[in-house]
């Protein structure tokens, strides 16, 4: 397939969205054996040793609702980017630490080396 000089006016940067990718055509650009690179690619995939991990909340429940408090609070300003983020990100950092994420993260870990530990 071609660009022309049109070619840029349509430019979403998201052809993976849009039906089978395998499907899709080639750029000249490319490499034409694109597809075939992808597909070895994928089939030397590796799958997690995680893969089957459910995170139990219960032990660490008040700290998961803190910190949902937490990220209600900061997350549209911060994602959007109408604050200074120099300013307001370290307070976002520091009141995830007081509500609790190092004990979360703790408990996610320690549950997930149980979990790894009984799939051997």
């Given amino acids: 397939m071609t660009q022309t000089d049109k070619s840029g006016q349509y430019a979403p940067g998201v052809a993976w969205e849009l039906g089978n990718q395998f499907l899709n055509y080639v750029w000249n650009s490319e490499a034409t054996d694109k597809w075939e690179q992808f597909k ?10 995680a893969l089957g991990f459910t995170f139990d909340s219960e032990p660490v429940k008040s700290e998961v ?7 209600r609070e900061y997350q549209k300003m911060l994602e959007t980017g109408s604050v200074d983020l120099d300013k307001e990100l370290p307070k976002y950092i ?27």
């Fill in 40 to 49: 070895k690619f994928n089939e030397g995939a590796k799958s997690s040793p």
């Fill in 65 to 71: 609702g803190a910190l949902a408090n937490v990220l």
């Fill in 94 to 120: 520091a009141a995830q630490k007081s509500a609790g994420l190092d004990k979360v993260i703790a408990e996610k870990q320690k549950q997930l080396n149980e979990f790894l530990a009984s799939q051997k």
